[in-house]
């Protein structure tokens, strides 16, 4: 099932289309404007009227329309997302690409194997033969 924002998102990507409008495109963007809750399309349609976008990507936990990191927090809970969240910076609804999910680049990579310690060896003082 796809999420309100994942809805807002195709929404986005089908009224900032440059094509010509058509009959089938109509159709799906009032579709989608269908699953949306009034009060959460008025905020994108502000957005969109402004010449903005509406909802943002996340990568690498910055915000793809205004390059400010999201809170770690809410990068988090953005992989299993609840609730909305807005840009803390533009405003904009934020969405995890479902790639970032697979594979967050939040981890840190392996740390550096250390070099190995060259063990100093210490010549032990040979007993004197007696
Ligand atoms: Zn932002």
Known sequence: MRTTVENLYALQELQLQTAPASADREAQIKALRATVPAQILAHFDRMIVQG???VALVRNGICRECHIRVPSGTAASLIQPKDLYLCDNCGRYLLLPLDEIAAPAETTPAPLPLPTPVRKT????????V
């Open 52 to 54: 903005r976008k509406g």
């Open 122 to 129: 210490r010549k032990k003082p040979v007993a004197a033969a």
